[in-house]
């Protein structure tokens, strides 16, 4: 076999393989660095030996997924604040039509799926969002059948207990909803944001220590009005700093611009025609690849 077909292959697959590594890490730039791993694995097998190149690199993927976040686990126990997945800007090709793929990628799920373990997570992601077998998936995770069957069980049960609703999204009251926000947030208009703000809404900051963001969740709607207040003042009364909506992770988004520098990306979560949550990313870090497009698919 040619390395041009070992190329082709993964090409092919590329999308659903960043999106169970993603889904596991929740980074995409730690995500593209895995794929390039596995792709040098995957170049050195003889490909007469597979009999499913799908489920052969779904385990390759997931196997170095897991040994990425067991080597970053000290890092993340020494991450200051909150921490929240890397914004995913989605390509035109997006998840929205495909209900399952859409809820996996939401920032909400993310974030509870970093309430499991990493193996937890591994199976219930293969399980219920790729759909791959539990053969398949032993061997993605290195244990017997029988122990993922209980691992996935747990995790189902876990997930199930935390998940919010998620119904598809209409995208006409989504854009007039966000059409609302931005025109109540510019003119500083708390009233109007708080007829659009769940009782319960909450601010979550991801700043890793490295901008200038709240430490804790902010909780209630006349707190985190007073949030977007401030945060649009600041941005009114600079010249070299704008806002753009983007659609990350299957949610409007506004990207905060100075200049041409990226200095954040606030993530809006809309249930029942409310604003429940905003996911405010503003570590450097964790923009630096929001500007590429990417294609998801299982």
Known sequence: MTTDEHTERFTLLRPLLFTIVYEILGSATESDDVLQDSYLRWAEVDLATVRDTKSYLARLVTRQALNAVRAGARRR????GPWLPEPLLLDEHDASADIVLAESVSMAMLVLLQTLTPDERAVFLLREVFGFDYG???????????????????????????????????AAKIAQITDQFMAAAATGDTHGL???LAPDATWTADSGGKAVATRRPV????KVA??????????????????????????????????????????????????????????????ATVAVPRRISR
């Open 77 to 80: 126990e020494d991450y200051i």
């Open 136 to 170: 398949d998936i032993a061997a993605a995770v290195g244990k017997s059948v029988m122990t993922v069957r209980q691992i996935a069980h747990r995790a189902r049960s876990h997930v199930q207990a935390r998940r919010k609703r998620f119904e598809p999204v209409d």
């Open 194 to 196: 708080l007829s659009l």
């Open 219 to 222: 909780v209630g709607a006349q």
């Open 226 to 287: 007073r949030c977007l207040v401030e945060l649009f003042h600041k941005a009114s009364g600079t010249p070299n700093l704008r806002i753009e909506m983007l659609n990350c992770n299957n949610t409007p988004a506004m990207a905060v611009y100075r200049d041409d520098n990226l200095e954040g990306v606030f993530l809006m979560e809309i249930i029942d025609g409310k604003i429940t949550n905003f996911y405010a990313i503003r570590n450097p870090d964790k923009l």
